[in-house]
């Protein structure tokens, strides 16, 4: 079985300020983990993923994140918070394989960015 | 190359109506999901198809929802009777068996059940 716990439904930052996102995640299995983020009335689109190569990942619009077994977390960062990073961030968990779009997703966080 | 594919992008009934949504995956790609995403919660898997053949269909609630993918290209997604708690965005993903390691969604159709 797998899960996932998103620290913080709500995150605020000033523009230009780090970002932080929380994630931890439990599975019986080494996992593949995503970031998928959420604009208002859309899909999810891909930010990054572990699949078991490198521990630091690197997304797209500067995102990162750090794979970190000993923790069991995947926390999402990036240096200097946009405007337009204003969004719902999702951290999911898949067992690989065949099915790695067969997703366990965290509750979300609302990252809002002010001026 | 052309996303995953998803109508309608909007859909109001009353309840105990029934509904349809249809998803056209990504070319080439043989499994598709579908994912319930109710408000402030993260998507949860419905139903995962490899080609025409349901691989997953544990969280379906089979007693009104169903869905089938002929042909194992486009599928469609039934509810019926609806239920108000029902109303959520219905959320189609794509992948491929042949590489890659990520599954595409499309938009979503959102559904209201007054």
């Known amino acids: 079985a797998q899960s996932v716990t998103q620290l913080g439904s709500h995150v605020s930052v000033s523009e230009g300020a780090l970002v932080l996102l929380r994630c931890n995640y439990s599975s019986s299995v080494p996992p593949y983990l995503f970031w998928y983020v959420q604009y208002p009335n859309q899909g999810l689109q891909l930010l990054l993923k572990y699949t078991s190569a490198a521990t630091l990942v690197k997304g797209i619009n500067g995102f990162e994140a750090e794979f970190k077994k000993s923790e069991t977390s995947f926390h999402l960062t990036k240096p200097s918070a946009h405007m337009s990073d204003a969004a719902e961030y999702f951290c999911?968990?898949?067992?690989?394989?065949?099915?790695?779009?067969?997703?366990?997703f965290g509750q979300g966080t609302i990252l809002t960015v002010h001026p | 190359e052309a996303g995953v594919a998803q109508s309608p992008r909007y859909k109001i009934i009353e309840k105990r109506q029934s509904v349809a949504f249809w998803c056209n995956p990504i070319s080439g790609h043989a499994t598709l999901y579908w994912y319930q995403q109710i408000l402030g919660q993260g998507p949860k898997l419905l139903i995962q198809f490899q080609n025409n053949g349901v691989v997953d269909d544990s969280q379906l609630p089979k007693d009104r929802f169903s869905a089938e993918r002929l042909k194992g290209v486009d599928s469609t997604l039934k509810i019926q009777p609806a239920k108000l708690e029902d109303s959520a965005v219905y959320l189609c993903?794509?992948?491929?068996?042949?590489?890659?390691?990520?599954?595409?969604f499309g938009q979503g159709t959102r559904l209201t059940v007054v």
């Open positions: 999911a968990v898949s067992a690989g394989g065949t099915s790695y779009g067969k997703l366990t």
């Open positions: 993903a794509s992948s491929s068996n042949t590489g890659g390691t990520e599954a595409f």
